[in-house]
């Protein structure tokens, strides 16, 4: 099964390729990135091996260094692939207009699993390079590409909050910063409990389960009690 529905091979400057590949059927383009994102996302760095990648994308060892400089450059693209796809078909997706945080925050996970349906190993190959630092060392300016686009998202989600919608005996500020903790917190809990686990295989639908309950019982306890219309599911 092909891993991606909409891939973008021709954009020349964005992977260390040469023109050869670039000249390729898209079809046999699209094998090769399925078959060299997938051994990264599922066995890292230092275990992947691209004998499997050929083997899985039909083609010799000798052209797959042909397309490519290296391993290194092999991880270098498929790390900038899944980066410009987790853009594109998340963040630029996410939808800020709801006052309600809590609701920005729901609607954020909705949108981040249609993505991961679409095309999930793009988010498990820079999950990897997040919670086990895979190789992070080589793709520097990557790691922290990853760790702007993060820190300007986050600062679009506590922009223009409603504060009317929290309790009225604790301070907006104080709402927000529990509310960041709180979700900090449980995103290292998860971190941290995936680091033995093959992301490939996760159960993700019962951590999103799991992020709604969360996201109500933050809702019950720091927001007045009225209905905010969102509050159904969570």
Excluded: C
């Excluded at 709402?175 to 979700?183: D, E, F, K, M, T």
């Amino acid at each position: 099964m092909l891993l991606y529905n909409r891939p973008q091979w021709s954009r020349k400057e964005a992977f260390p390729i040469n023109d050869a590949f670039q000249k390729l059927d898209p079809e046999k383009q699209r094998r090769i990135w399925d078959a060299v994102i997938k051994e990264f996302a599922q066995n890292g760095y230092a275990k992947a091996s691209t004998n499997r990648m050929v083997q899985e994308a039909g083609i010799g060892k000798g052209m797959l260094f042909y397309y490519f400089n290296s391993k290194e450059d092999l991880f270098r693209s498929a790390l900038e692939y899944s980066i410009d796809f987790i853009s594109r078909a998340y963040v630029e997706k996410l939808d800020f207009s709801s006052p309600d945080f809590i609701t920005r925050m729901k609607q954020a996970v909705e949108t981040k699993m249609r993505a991961y349906l679409e095309n999930p190993m793009p988010f498990v190959l820079v999950a990897n390079l997040h919670i086990h630092q895979d190789a992070a060392e080589l793709v520097p300016d990557l790691k922290k590409r990853l760790d702007d686009m993060a820190a300007e998202r986050m600062a679009d989600f506590f922009a223009n909050v409603d504060t009317t919608l929290f309790r009225d005996d604790v301070p907006p500020e104080h709402v927000l910063n529990l509310i960041r903790w709180s979700i900090d917190g449980w995103s290292n809990e998860i971190i941290a409990s995936l680091q033995q686990v093959n992301l490939t295989d996760y159960d993700w639908d019962s951590s999103v389960k799991e992020f709604y309950e969360f996201l109500a019982v933050l809702r019950r306890v720091l927001y007045k009690e009225v209905d905010h219309g969102d509050s159904e599911g969570q």
